[in-house]
Each structure stands twice: as C-alpha cells, then as structure tokens.
C-alpha cells in the first residue's frame, strides 16, 4: 500500500518526542527530532559503563532514573554542528552540575559491552568519571557510541539492515495515551509515560492499537512497527525517586502477557507495552528528516490481532 492521500484520516497525531541522550538517565521532550540511522538524533548516545566496561541501567542502578541531562536547544535542529562551547549538561541530586562538551576529541575505549553487543567506544574522561563514580558509588565511565567505527545491528530477524547506539534493541519505541490511560484505569496509583520510556507518544488512537500496527506514514516518512516491545523491570522504577515497586507490572501480567495476547504462540512469560519501529527512510540519503509534536500518524497496514504481530 503506497501512500496515503490527504483525504485520508489519520490514525492518531503524536502529542509527546522524548529523547534520552544517556542510556537510563532522564529523557528530553522535544517539540522535534531529527531522524538518523539510529533512530532520533542523540538517543542514546552516551552511555554509563563500570570498570570492566559493562553498561549499567536502571535495572541494576536505579539512580540513574535521577540523572538529568540537556543539550543545547539548537542541537534538534538539521544539519547542527557542536563547536568547542557546546556541551551536554548532567545534573543530579546533591552533585554539582557536569558539563560534557560535544566538541573535543575522545580517547577510544575498548572492551565496551551492552547486552550481547561488545566494542569500543569513546571516553568522556576522567571528570565525567570521577561525576558517574561518586554519584553511583562505585567506579564508573562515561561514554559515546563510536559511529565512525562502530555498528550495532537490530535483530535481523526482525529488521535486517537496521542499526541502533546505545538503546536496547529498537530505533524508535511508540506508545499511544489509550493505552496509558487504559493501564492507568486498572491501577491504584497511575503512573506517568516516563515508566515505559517511549521515543513517540501519540493520542487520538484506541488503547492498544499500536499493537496492531505494521507499516505507517509520520509526516511523509515511512516507518514500520517490527515488535511488540516486551517490558522488564525498569516500568516498575518510579522516575521520580528511583525507587521500584511492584507496579505497573503485576497488572500488566493479568492482561498484556503473552499467555492472554497470544495464547497460541510460544509462551515465555513476557509482558507488552508499546510497538517498536524503524524508519525505512532513515537509511536513504537526503536532508530534512525529521518528525514534531503534532504530526499525523496515518497507519497503512496492520495486523489482524495481537497474537498476528510480530513479538
């Protein structure tokens, strides 16, 4: 199915972009976002190792959950430069602000690891070191995906010849409000959107038809939902405080488990929330890639039911 008129009613129309420049620190939301190779411009760039090189994430550290981080405003634009005075800014409880600047020469670290993925990458130095050590109270490093280098492949049996930094498996992650305010409904105590740490959230949809979604049309790019995205521990982290619980997992189990989703499908205890994407049009050449708040999602393509899609 090849585009879509503008008769056509959108799907739904994206209300939220959020970016998180350090792999399990705090996201950005962005009123735009240019689209890479990666997924958005900056996601998950950087990303906080112990000394053996190994990524730590909120699963293991959850203070990371209070790290906050900013980069300069123009840095969302197309086609901008860092020079020597741009930096990324972190912050966090009781720690003076640290300040990375985007312009200066690295020294390469080896033995990288996230996941089943191991590398190198770059070193931040040791005043970015010294801030994530004394912060999480063990050693620490700072570092950024080496692109020049570098490549980290998506699943191909899901998405040949895509590509990814630091995030855990997917370019893009999409979430609808439905289904947050679904969720929310079930619970005692509802929880935010930052619990499940989506790239694109977008309203206007029925809870839970991102689901369902296979190939879609964001401003005139072409993206594709590849699978359902399988939640661990990390929802159950309140942003707010770093501290986890029991929620919204333990709801989540009673109606987004594969046993209830997909009964007949292998079963291996995994709970759903959200649809993973990639961008067809990230790896073709060509400027203005970029996708805003407000933006229609027209869905051109979908699966018959959860059990159907790809997880």
């Known amino acids: ?90 912050r966090a409880p009781g720690m003076d602000a640290l300040k990375v600047c985007l312009g200066k020469q690295c020294a390469k670290a ?23 050590s004394t912060y999480l109270g063990k050693p620490s490093r700072l570092v950024r995906f080496n692109a020049a280098s570098e490549t980290r492949a998506v699943d191909p049996k899901f998405a040949p010849g895509f590509k990814i930094m630091f995030s855990d498996e997917y370019p893009f992650l999409l979430i609808s409000q439905g289904s947050l305010d679904a969720l929310n409904k079930l619970l005692k105590e509802s929880v935010p959107i930052n619990r499940f740490r ?38 159950t982290i309140n942003q707010e405080n770093g501290i986890a619980g029991s929620e919204p997992s333990e709801t989540l189990k009673k109606f987004r488990s594969d046993k209830v989703l997909r009964p007949n499908k292998k079963q291996q205890g995994k709970v759903y929330f959200g649809q993973n994407l990639v961008c067809k049009d990230s790896l073709t050449q060509g400027k203005g890639k970029a996708i805003s708040v407000g933006d229609c999602v027209y869905v051109l393509s979908k699966a018959s039911s959860p059990a159907e899609a790809a997880a």
């Open 198 to 235: 989506p790239n694109i959230l977008v309203d206007g949809c029925e809870p839970f038809s991102e689901d369902l979604w296979k190939d879609l049309r964001i401003n005139r790019f072409k993206f594709q939902g590849v699978k359902l995205c399988s939640r661990c521990k990390v929802p």
């Open 110 to 132: 080896d033995g990288v690891s996230v996941w089943e993925w191991s590398g190198s990458a770059l070193d931040e130095g040791d005043e970015a070191s010294q801030w994530f």
């Open 1 to 90: 199915m090849e585009g879509v008129s503008s008769s056509e009613e959108p799907t739904a129309k994206i209300s939220s972009i959020f970016i998180y420049p350090i792999k399990s620190c705090c996201g950005i939301s962005v009123s735009q976002a240019p689209i890479s190779p990666t997924g958005f411009q900056w996601d998950r760039q950087w990303l906080v190792v112990n000394s053996k090189g190994r990524a730590y994430t909120q699963r293991v550290e959850p203070k990371l959950a209070l790290v906050e981080v900013e980069l300069p405003k123009d840095a969302f634009t197309e086609d901008w430069e860092p020079t020597k005075s741009s930096y990324l800014v972190v």
